[in-house]
């Protein structure tokens, strides 16, 4: 996944955080299917390689932030790591 593409993906993955009972408890299980929603969003399909592919690449950039606190917790040090990493 390029740069740009993943930044609009981790980018709709904290508004869907946000919009989406915001102070409830933030969990790998949460992050995974907003991940793999935004990413099927991005593509306009779920079923080939370059999605799965496309959601592994987006967990693993994610894979050091804290899955601590609540979910709109969670989304503002996603869109913090996405200033420092993007552009």
Same mark, same amino acid.
């Given at each position: 996944? *390029?740069?740009?593409?993943? *930044?609009?993906?981790?980018?709709? =993955? ?6 989406? $009972?915001?102070?409830?408890?933030? @969990?790998? @299980?949460?992050?995974? =299917?907003?991940?793999? /929603? @935004?990413?099927? *969003? $991005? $593509? ?9 592919? *496309?959601?592994? @690449?987006? /967990? ?15 989304? /503002?040090? /996603? ?9």
């Amino acid at each position: 996944m *390029d740069t740009a593409a993943l *930044d609009m993906v981790m980018r709709a =993955t904290a508004d869907r955080l946000t919009a989406m $009972h915001p102070d409830a408890a933030m @969990s790998a @299980s949460v992050l995974r =299917t907003e991940v793999q /929603l @935004s990413v099927w *969003d $991005h $593509h306009g399909v779920y079923n080939n390689v370059r999605v799965g592919r *496309d959601i592994t @690449s987006a /967990l693993t950039a994610v894979a050091g932030l804290p899955l601590t606190g609540t979910r709109a917790a969670y989304a /503002l040090r /996603l869109r913090e790591q996405l200033g420092a990493v993007t552009r």
